[in-house]
T-cell receptor, first 109, second 113 residues
């Protein structure tokens, strides 16, 4: 399973766009890139998944460059409720998930 | 049920005692996973079930840990002779299959004194 590297923490303010970048230099051909969100005292929750280029849903966008060695989760106009830990995972679909320590996002008023 | 449920939500036990943690997956989900999350850390995979069988037990940290699943539904994670380092949040997830999206429960917070 490909190892991922992402910032330990990020700070933002309400209404701003937040971009969290994840590095995965050893991504394999069959690997997908998946992001989960975790609030305190809750289990992780799926945000978005992609293979290449750009994926957008009602919550976020995921940008993946052509070489797929990194990916960027974009959260538009964050609110206080977006304060959470965000995990980047790389693997074949949703098989055994390997979580790193994630990025702790703090959104302030 | 509407989501994955776990019980108890909190468990405090004394070192050396056995504990059982229960997971009720989403109805119809064939795959079930157990993870462990220590304070401030990411999730650590423990074991995966497809139906009642466990093709991947690679994450179980020691032979004190075991898990079973019956009727393709409820799963129990058992920790024998608990140690203080077993203190963590134990999370369960279920999915429609091995390559399907995993849905997580709220977890059981285990504290070993």
């Amino acid at each position: 399973l490909a190892k991922t590297t992402q910032p330990i923490s990020m700070d933002s303010y309400e209404g701003q766009e937040v971009n969290i970048t994840c590095s995965h230099n050893n991504i394999a051909t069959n690997d997908y890139i998946t992001w989960y969100q975790q609030f305190p005292s809750q289990g992780p929750r799926f945000i978005i998944q992609g293979y290449k280029t750009k994926v957008t849903n009602e919550v976020a966008s995921l940008f993946i460059p052509a070489d797929r060695k990194s990916s960027t989760l974009s959260l538009p106009r964050v609110s206080l409720s977006d304060t959470a830990v965000y995990y980047c995972l790389v693997g074949e679909g949703f098989q055994k998930l390997v979580f790193g320590t994630g990025t702790r996002l703090l959104v302030s008023p | 049920g509407a989501g994955v449920s776990q019980s108890p939500s909190n468990k405090v036990t004394e070192k050396g005692k056995d504990v059982e943690l229960r997971c009720d997956p989403i109805s119809g989900h064939t795959a079930l996973y157990w993870y462990r999350q220590s304070l401030g850390q990411g999730l650590e995979f423990l074991i995966y079930f497809q139906g009642n069988s466990a093709p991947d037990k690679s994450g179980l940290p020691s032979d004190r840990f075991s898990a079973e699943r019956t009727g393709g539904s409820v799963s129990t994670l058992t920790i024998q002779r608990t140690q203080q380092e077993d203190s963590a949040v134990y999370l369960c997830a279920s999915s429609l299959g091995q390559v399907a999206l995993q849905f997580f429960g709220p977890g059981t917070r285990l504290t070993v004194l």
